[in-house]
């Protein structure tokens, strides 16, 4: 009772500790990331940090399996180099009788990795795509904010406005740059207001110069003008593909099996299971070399996990290409690693190296 207890204290002051770390260095480099995507027009500025927040909701079974694993490695190193585990050997503890409170500490959090991975993980990329379709569905004229170069919605105009007048519907130096496949033009203009004609509507451009170059000859036509009338496509660019599996459905993606499903199932099962499998891996690999010092524990756990990660990553790949299917792909790695790591923990237990040593030794010859 006493060891399960004091060893269960110590992970929950170390889980709570790193992943608020970690949580923090996330939302910053996607509070980062998300600004940039709103300064180029990808984003609505007044919905960044709702955007941030989906996207940090997202990853957040990485996050809780790196907190899960650096607190595990963290509490096992500190306790070796105190030689707390030299007592619990002695009491009869042996390394695999750590498992079980390991297990008992981190079902929640495993449970929550499966949870976020098969369910929230697509939710939260159905609602930022629904953002970002949201906001680029716009017309042309909302989408000028005043002071900046903007892409219109079809991508065929770029738009620029030094709005300095309290009217909503009219400014000043007004800036149109359009392609087509057959010429391309430049309009400026000193102002430009916004009216309705026979129910559509128009930009009504003042005092200006336009710049039309043919794409094939290259032939150029320069035209000034005090008055010009320009519709506004009432047409918005279609939203992004929705059949996207990384928006699907769990649910779906079982329902409907084919390459591309099956890789991001591979992705999503793949975190659940990495997650068990770390637990393992922390308790088999944790020691202490006093040459080295505690930081190499840290060093070793972020590699694994990096390494572990990027096979994940790179059997979405081969699912996708064919090479491996879902079933022989989460038991050649998922099922690879655990038994390894099974071995290594039961061969730390049972102080096999050191008996095979013992063995060699008796066996040379005496000089």
């Given at each position: 009772m006493l060891f399960d207890s004091a060893l269960r204290k110590e992970l929950g002051r170390s889980f709570g500790a790193t992943l608020v770390v970690l949580v923090t260095i996330v939302m910053t480099v996607m509070l980062i990331r998300t600004l940039g995507q709103a300064s180029v027009g990808r984003v609505n500025p007044s919905e960044v940090m709702l955007v941030m927040g989906f996207t940090v909701l997202g990853h957040l079974p990485t996050i809780l399996?790196?907190?899960?694993?650096?607190?595990?490695?963290?509490?096992?190193?500190?306790?070796?180099?105190a030689s707390e585990m030299v007592v619990w050997f002695a009491s009869g503890q042996g390394l695999l009788a750590f498992l079980k409170p390991l297990l008992r500490f981190a079902w929640p959090v495993l449970l929550a990795v499966a949870v976020l991975a098969l369910l929230v993980w697509p939710w939260s990329n159905?609602?930022?795509?629904?953002?970002?379709?949201?906001?680029?569905?716009?017309?042309?004229?909302?989408?000028?904010?005043?002071?900046?170069?903007?892409?219109?919605?079809?991508?065929?105009?770029?738009?620029?406005?030094?709005?300095?007048?309290?009217?909503?519907?009219?400014?000043?130096?007004?800036?149109?740059?359009?392609?087509?496949?057959?010429?391309?033009?430049?309009?400026?203009?000193?102002?430009?207001?916004?009216?309705?004609?026979?129910?559509?509507?128009?930009?009504?451009?003042?005092?200006?110069?336009?710049?039309?170059?043919?794409?094939?000859?290259?032939?150029?036509?320069?035209?000034?003008?005090?008055?010009?009338?320009?519709?506004?496509?009432?047409?918005?660019?279609?939203?992004?593909?929705?059949?996207t599996p990384r928006l699907q459905s769990t649910l779906t993606l079982l329902r409907e099996p084919n390459a591309r499903h099956g890789a991001e199932l591979s992705w999503r099962l793949g975190l659940a299971l990495a997650a068990i499998n770390c637990v393992v891996i922390a308790l088999a690999a944790t020691r202490v070399n006093p040459r080295v010092g505690r930081?190499?524990?840290?060093?070793?756990?972020?590699?694994?996990?990096?390494?572990?990660?990027?096979?994940?990553?790179?059997?979405?790949?081969?699912?996708?290409s064919g090479r491996f299917s879902l079933p022989g792909f989460l038991l050649l790695l998922h099922g690879g690693i655990f038994v390894l790591a099974m071995g290594w923990l039961l061969a730390r237990h049972g102080d096999w190296l050191n008996r095979w040593r013992r063995r060699l030794t008796r066996r040379e010859p005496a000089a």
């Open positions: 399996t790196l907190s899960l694993f650096v607190a595990i490695t963290a509490t096992l190193t500190r306790m070796y180099a159905q609602q930022i795509r629904e953002l970002r379709d949201r906001y680029q569905e716009r017309g042309d004229i909302e989408r000028v904010a005043p002071g900046r170069f903007i892409e219109s919605a079809g991508g065929q105009r770029v738009f620029f406005i030094d709005k300095d007048s309290a009217d909503a519907a009219s400014g000043n130096n007004i800036f149109i740059a359009s392609s087509a496949p057959d010429k391309e033009a430049v309009t400026a203009a000193r102002s430009g207001r916004l009216a309705s004609l026979q129910g559509e509507r128009f930009l009504v451009l003042d005092h200006g110069y336009r710049l039309e170059t043919e794409t094939a000859s290259g032939e150029s036509r320069v035209s000034e003008f005090v008055e010009y009338g320009n519709r506004i496509d009432a047409r918005i660019a279609g939203a992004a593909a929705r059949d930081s190499a524990g840290l060093v070793f756990t972020l590699f694994v996990f990096a390494s572990y990660y990027n096979l994940l990553s790179v059997g979405q790949n081969w699912i996708t």
